[in-house]
């Protein structure tokens, strides 16, 4: 009864991690061509200028993060990795600025 119950954990411990690392990857990106569109950025954002063909127009990129812990099912999982549970999701957003 006991393998039963704990292979039904790990299953539910990966179904709940995957769902929330994809919900993570689409925030993040939402967040990232928001503030791309705005021009709010957080602290935690990171701008990187890229070279453009164009010399009239600047690109930058946009990088966000978004993290977030999981819940353990699995009684000892996060001692057993040896780290918290947490997503860690990032966005990419292109910024184009016109002269």
Do not use: C, W, Y
Not at 43 to 56: Q, T, V, W
């Amino acid at each position: 009864m006991i393998p039963l119950l704990l292979l039904f954990l790990v299953g539910m411990q990966l179904i709940l991690a995957i769902g929330m690392r994809d919900a993570d990857a689409l925030s993040a990106s939402d967040q990232a061509s928001t503030r791309a569109i705005s021009g709010h950025f957080s602290e935690s954002d990171e701008e990187r200028k890229l070279d453009s063909p164009d010399r009239f127009s600047n690109l930058s990129m946009l990088i966000t993060l978004h993290s977030r812990k999981i819940p353990e099912l699995v009684p000892g999982l996060a001692a057993l990795f040896g780290r918290e549970l947490e997503t860690d999701a990032r966005g990419i957003a292109i910024i184009e600025n016109t002269r």
